[in-house]
């Protein structure tokens, strides 16, 4: 077979091993993976990508059967190699190890039928009749799964007693199962709380104990290194071995690199001295910044116009689907059913593109006047008030941003006739004006056009400082895109992205003039970075992933792992996939066996891919998936609650959770908290239920204390670290340890009770709106399409922390929208209360007001939402 992509190279048929079609930025590309390299044919549109592939796949195949038909002679010693492991139903079978019984067996047949690619559907017909019957473990796949699912029945059964008490408990059905399932690829599809460590554990226990395979061919890889660190306890614990004594390798992704990579070249790699650091990224990433900015003058003018005029993207109303949803995305506040957005400048305007203008104003130091009455004659010479959107009153001058687009069009009925009646007023009574547009807007000319008027009519400049800039702003906006240029920077870097790539993408996106401001920026800080780490002669963690994974496919490391086992495999990113992928092509037979819940994938921001893990299958070949469904943490009511809530999202793979506690009712309680100025104080809060908490556990210590547990732990979580009511000094109380952490920070922990600070809408509430940011999709090339896909799985950590119950604290004028969905799901058995505990009556129609008495006409009084004028349900007073 001869692949041409750039230059022509001749590969065997049975060199290739695998052919997969993944789609890069712009397109799709084919990668033909042979033994001792990998080729890609790239700049394939999505169809002729899997057709060819499609194509290359069948004429190995078409090879293949050539090879069979050759040496039918020689198909009798393949026959008994297929009894051997078949009759006496002695193991699982897998492809795999139906394979390698077959290539026991010399010659080309055999070759050709324990090939990874070898698909007996496409054989012809005559072939296949020809085949003794034991061929039909591999021409039909009902015979070997009928096989397998007989002899898991009979293998739990024999196995009973090891699984009744392995890893200090009895593992599940769905537990044990996953134990003794031994395809090619597994993915064991868990729940929060239902025992993935567990399962992992005896998973590595059962083969052991089966002598399927030696203790030095399983590799069991963690995502860091106190999960490893756990793992390789409790491994070694259920063994019965000293950790130093375990054979088995227990490690990270990061560890198993720098590994092959020593072994291989008989050194470990030079990594740069800020990778291993908590913090050391995002320092380098500030650094970096800050050097451009005194360095490179169109960096510098890109960086603040992005913190100062983009701090959000401007998306156009109809890809909401409510106009609430709308205005909640433009503002913080609403005032009276309407978004107020609010500028540097101090003042509130009516949408983003005045929000640019507002702060340009203010980073320049010119003096303005926003929606000033001003009074005019129209045509008919009556007098009337106007409000323009800008005033100057250093030159006298009106200025009017108008929602026109580039066609002369506006979304807004009749909006284009009264603009100009509007301008003709103005001119008739000979005042200096000029016009912006959204046209301008979108194609990235509004600020150039803004500063040419203004600079014709000579307004003085004056451009504020970046110390003041930087005070001015909110730190997590600047926070905000440290992390975006984070996650770009690997993506650019592991795919090879370039800047001319980075702007062809920027056109697809709904605010691709930000879009186009931050890809210019983003790509000169990864020139910056990338630099920066070649004078050091050093390399990051990716970089150290991807020269690992490059050793392994050009065969230069050789693999002796024949069970590949990861955890946490929902955080998995492309280049530990693709070290993955290289493992398990490099040494035959190998087998990989994922556990992970997709649910609770929460890491976008460190580079993970959700779809590796939903897609598994098209990402790792034929695969069988299991589920851990039965949780041992949240009681029902949360499990169930949670469950449902997380699964609005139709993409993420779906699961029933049991629990192995009871509902309690009424466990999950919304506490609205007033504020002052719509501002309320959740650490007050906070602070006020943790006593009624405490007391109340008091009173009823009897049913819960004993000598083992003298305290119930409650975990208090937040969104953001700004709401730590206790600023890092835990209070203390009689009956219950309380913790405080990040909603990413609890994920893998637990407590009896939960208290969430602020479920409440807002750019830093939940969801987060800032994390939900389209600029991602520059460098993600299967992005997710689900609104605030991942914050709703952030939640839903939160959420399942806890085992007997929920708080969740929100702004009674403004509750997050999840408030509602629960409401939806749970009914009555979601409390709306105060904090001292009292029951408030829950508005049925929006389902997060409540009804509260109010005054009508002529003194009559009536129970109303007190989310009026948003929601105006009523009830008679009775």
Same mark, same amino acid.
């Given at each position: 077979?001869?692949?041409?992509?750039?230059?022509?190279?001749?590969?065997?048929?049975?060199?290739?091993?695998?052919?997969?079609?993944?789609?890069?930025?712009?397109?799709?590309?084919?990668?033909?993976?042979?033994?001792?390299?990998?080729?890609?044919?790239?700049?394939?549109?999505?169809?002729?990508?899997?057709?060819?592939?499609?194509?290359?796949?069948?004429?190995?195949?078409?090879?293949?059967?050539?090879?069979?038909?050759?040496?039918?002679?020689?198909?009798?010693?393949?026959?008994?190699?297929?009894?051997?492991?078949?009759?006496?139903?002695?193991?699982?079978?897998?492809?795999?190890?139906?394979?390698?019984?077959?290539?026991?067996?010399?010659?080309?047949?055999?070759?050709?039928?324990?090939?990874?690619?070898?698909?007996?559907?496409?054989?012809?017909?005559?072939?296949?009749?020809?085949?003794?019957?034991?061929?039909?473990?591999?021409?039909?796949?009902?015979?070997?799964?009928?096989?397998?699912?007989?002899?898991?029945?009979?293998?739990?059964?024999?196995?009973?007693?090891?699984?009744?008490?392995?890893?200090?408990?009895?593992?599940?059905?769905?537990?044990?199962?996953?134990?003794?399932?031994?395809?090619?690829?597994?993915?064991?599809?868990?729940?929060?709380?239902?025992?993935?460590?567990?399962?992992?554990?005896?998973?590595?226990?059962?083969?052991?104990?089966?002598?399927?395979?030696?203790?030095?061919?399983?590799?069991?890889?963690?995502?860091?290194?106190?999960?490893?660190?756990?793992?390789?306890?409790?491994?070694?614990?259920?063994?019965?071995?000293?950790?130093?004594?375990?054979?088995?390798?227990?490690?990270?992704?990061?560890?198993?690199?720098?590994?092959?990579?020593?072994?291989?070249?008989?050194?470990?790699?030079?990594?740069?001295?800020?990778?291993?650091?908590?913090?050391?990224?995002?320092?380098?990433?500030?650094?970096?910044?800050?050097?451009?900015?005194?360095?490179?003058?169109?960096?510098?003018?890109?960086?603040?116009?992005?913190?100062?005029?983009?701090?959000?993207?401007?998306?156009?109303?109809?890809?909401?689907?409510?106009?609430?949803?709308?205005?909640?995305?433009?503002?913080?506040?609403?005032?009276?059913?309407?978004?107020?957005?609010?500028?540097?400048?101090?003042?509130?305007?009516?949408?983003?593109?005045?929000?640019?203008?507002?702060?340009?104003?203010?980073?320049?130091?010119?003096?303005?006047?926003?929606?000033?009455?001003?009074?005019?004659?129209?045509?008919?010479?009556?007098?009337?008030?106007?409000?323009?959107?800008?005033?100057?009153?250093?030159?006298?001058?009106?200025?009017?941003?108008?929602?026109?687009?580039?066609?002369?069009?506006?979304?807004?009925?009749?909006?284009?006739?009264?603009?100009?009646?509007?301008?003709?007023?103005?001119?008739?009574?000979?005042?200096?004006?000029?016009?912006?547009?959204?046209?301008?807007?979108?194609?990235?000319?509004?600020?150039?056009?803004?500063?040419?008027?203004?600079?014709?009519?000579?307004?003085?400049?004056?451009?504020?400082?970046?110390?003041?800039?930087?005070?001015?702003?909110?730190?997590?906006?600047?926070?905000?895109?440290?992390?975006?240029?984070?996650?770009?920077?690997?993506?650019?870097?592991?795919?090879?992205?370039?800047?001319?790539?980075?702007?062809?993408?920027?056109?697809?996106?709904?605010?691709?003039?930000?879009?186009?401001?931050?890809?210019?920026?983003?790509?000169?800080?990864?020139?910056?970075?990338?630099?920066?780490?070649?004078?050091?002669?050093?390399?990051?963690?990716?970089?150290?992933?991807?020269?690992?994974?490059?050793?392994?496919?050009?065969?230069?490391?050789?693999?002796?792992?024949?069970?590949?086992?990861?955890?946490?495999?929902?955080?998995?990113?492309?280049?530990?996939?693709?070290?993955?992928?290289?493992?398990?092509?490099?040494?035959?037979?190998?087998?990989?066996?994922?556990?992970?819940?997709?649910?609770?994938?929460?890491?976008?921001?460190?580079?993970?891919?959700?779809?590796?893990?939903?897609?598994?299958?098209?990402?790792?070949?034929?695969?069988?998936?299991?589920?851990?469904?039965?949780?041992?943490?949240?009681?029902?009511?949360?499990?169930?609650?949670?469950?449902?809530?997380?699964?609005?999202?139709?993409?993420?793979?779906?699961?029933?959770?049991?629990?192995?506690?009871?509902?309690?009712?009424?466990?999950?309680?919304?506490?609205?908290?007033?504020?002052?100025?719509?501002?309320?104080?959740?650490?007050?809060?906070?602070?006020?239920?943790?006593?009624?908490?405490?007391?109340?556990?008091?009173?009823?210590?009897?049913?819960?204390?004993?000598?083992?547990?003298?305290?119930?732990?409650?975990?208090?979580?937040?969104?953001?670290?700004? %709401?730590?009511?206790?600023? #890092?000094?835990?209070? @203390? *109380? &009689?009956?219950? +340890?309380?913790?405080? $952490?990040?909603?990413?920070? !609890?994920?893998?922990?637990?407590?009896?009770?939960?208290?969430?600070?602020?479920?409440?809408?807002?750019?830093?509430?939940?969801?987060?709106?800032?994390?939900?940011?389209?600029?991602?999709?520059?460098?993600?090339?299967?992005?997710?399409?689900?609104?605030?896909?991942?914050?709703?799985?952030?939640?839903?950590?939160?959420?399942?922390?806890?085992?007997?119950?929920?708080?969740?604290?929100?702004?009674?004028?403004?509750?997050?929208?999840?408030?509602?969905? %629960?409401?939806?799901?749970? #009914?009555?058995?979601? @409390? *709306? &209360?105060?904090? +001292?505990?009292?029951? $408030?009556?829950?508005?049925? !129609?929006?389902?997060?007001?409540?009804?509260?008495?109010?005054?009508?006409?002529?003194?009559?009084?009536?129970?109303?939402?007190?989310?009026?004028?948003?929601?105006?349900?009523?009830?008679?007073?009775?």
């Amino acid at each position: 077979m001869r692949l041409i992509s750039g230059v022509s190279i001749d590969l065997p048929c049975v060199d290739v091993i695998a052919i997969s079609v993944s789609k890069a930025l712009l397109w799709h590309c084919v990668e033909v993976r042979s033994r001792g390299r990998v080729d890609s044919l790239a700049c394939l549109g999505e169809q002729a990508a899997v057709q060819l592939a499609a194509d290359l796949y069948a004429f190995i195949n078409s090879h293949l059967f050539d090879l069979v038909a050759s040496e039918a002679d020689r198909l009798s010693e393949v026959d008994i190699r297929l009894r051997a492991i078949t009759e006496h139903q002695q193991q699982y079978l897998a492809h795999a190890d139906l394979a390698r019984a077959i290539a026991a067996v010399p010659g080309k047949a055999a070759a050709a039928l324990s090939h990874p690619l070898f698909d007996p559907e496409m054989m012809p017909s005559h072939l296949k009749v020809a085949l003794p019957s034991s061929f039909a473990f591999l021409t039909d796949p009902t015979v070997r799964h009928r096989y397998n699912d007989e002899f898991v029945f009979a293998e739990l059964a024999r196995c009973r007693p090891f699984f009744d008490d392995l890893d200090g408990r009895s593992l599940s059905d769905q537990q044990r199962e996953a134990c003794i399932r031994l395809e090619d690829n597994n993915l064991l599809v868990a729940s929060a709380g239902s025992g993935k460590s567990a399962t992992m554990v005896g998973k590595v226990a059962y083969v052991l104990d089966k002598q399927l395979y030696r203790p030095e061919e399983i590799l069991v890889l963690a995502f860091n290194k106190s999960a490893a660190d756990e793992l390789k306890e409790r491994i070694s614990r259920q063994l019965g071995v000293g950790e130093a004594s375990l054979e088995c390798r227990v490690t990270t992704f990061h560890a198993l690199g720098r590994g092959i990579i020593k072994e291989t070249v008989g050194r470990p790699p030079q990594l740069a001295d800020w990778v291993e650091h908590p913090a050391g990224e995002a320092k380098v990433i500030e650094q970096i910044i800050e050097e451009l900015l005194g360095s490179d003058a169109e960096f510098a003018r890109l960086w603040v116009d992005l913190l100062v005029l983009h701090p959000k993207a401007d998306i156009p109303a109809e890809v909401f689907d409510t106009k609430a949803d709308h205005e909640r995305y433009l503002s913080v506040r609403r005032q009276k059913g309407r978004a107020t957005i609010g500028t540097l400048a101090g003042n509130y305007v009516k949408s983003l593109q005045e929000q640019t203008i507002t702060n340009w104003l203010w980073l320049h130091s010119i003096e303005f006047e926003y929606e000033r009455q001003i009074a005019v004659e129209d045509e008919s010479g009556a007098i009337r008030h106007v409000h323009p959107d800008f005033y100057y009153p250093a030159r006298k001058t009106i200025h009017e941003h108008l929602a026109i687009d580039a066609d002369g069009s506006s979304p807004f009925a009749d909006y284009v006739a009264h603009a100009e009646s509007k301008l003709a007023a103005y001119r008739k009574a000979e005042m200096d004006v000029f016009q912006t547009t959204s046209a301008q807007a979108s194609n990235g000319s509004l600020v150039a056009a803004l500063e040419a008027e203004l600079a014709k009519r000579s307004v003085p400049f004056e451009r504020k400082s970046y110390s003041a800039i930087v005070q001015a702003l909110e730190p997590v906006v600047i926070k905000h895109y440290h992390k975006l240029i984070a996650v770009c920077i690997k993506h650019i870097r592991a795919s090879h992205l370039t800047l001319d790539m980075l702007l062809e993408r920027a056109k697809s996106l709904h605010d691709h003039a930000r879009a186009k401001e931050f890809a210019r920026a983003v790509w000169t800080i990864t020139e910056a970075y990338s630099r920066k780490l070649e004078e050091a002669n050093r390399i990051d963690f990716d970089s150290m992933i991807a020269n690992a994974t490059r050793l392994v496919e050009s065969g230069q490391y050789q693999s002796p792992y024949s069970l590949i086992l990861a955890d946490e495999f929902q955080d998995i990113s492309e280049p530990s996939a693709n070290l993955i992928k290289a493992l398990k092509h490099q040494k035959p037979f190998t087998k990989i066996s994922a556990v992970g819940d997709d649910w609770q994938s929460i890491y976008r921001f460190a580079g993970s891919d959700i779809t590796i893990f939903t897609q598994f299958e098209a990402n790792f070949g034929a695969s069988w998936q299991g589920r851990l469904e039965q949780t041992y943490r949240c009681n029902q009511l949360i499990a169930e609650t949670a469950a449902s809530f997380v699964q609005r999202n139709p993409t993420q793979l779906k699961k029933s959770v049991r629990s192995t506690r009871p509902a309690i009712p009424r466990s999950i309680r919304v506490i609205p908290i007033e504020g002052d100025r719509g501002k309320p104080d959740f650490a007050d809060a906070c602070k006020r239920l943790l006593t009624r908490l405490d007391i109340f556990l008091g009173g009823i210590a009897e049913q819960w204390r004993d000598d083992r547990r003298r305290q119930l732990k409650v975990m208090v979580l937040w969104r953001y670290n700004q %709401l730590d009511p206790f600023k #890092g000094s835990r209070p @203390r *109380f &009689e009956n219950i +340890d309380v913790s405080g $952490l990040s909603f990413h920070r !609890a994920k893998g922990l637990e407590a009896d009770y939960t208290i969430l600070l602020d479920v409440s809408e807002g750019d830093y509430g939940v969801p987060s709106r800032i994390e939900d940011d389209e600029l991602l999709n520059l460098v993600m090339p299967r992005p997710e399409t689900f609104e605030y896909a991942e914050e709703r799985r952030l939640f839903y950590v939160a959420l399942t922390r806890a085992s007997r119950g929920v708080f969740l604290l929100t702004n009674s004028r403004e509750p997050s929208r999840y408030i509602r969905e %629960l409401s939806e799901i749970a #009914g009555d058995n979601l @409390r *709306f &209360e105060t904090v +001292d505990g009292d029951l $408030l009556r829950q508005c049925p !129609a929006c389902r997060v007001g409540q009804l509260v008495e109010r005054r009508g006409c002529n003194n009559s009084r009536f129970l109303g939402c007190n989310h009026y004028p948003d929601c105006d349900h009523t009830l008679p007073l009775k």
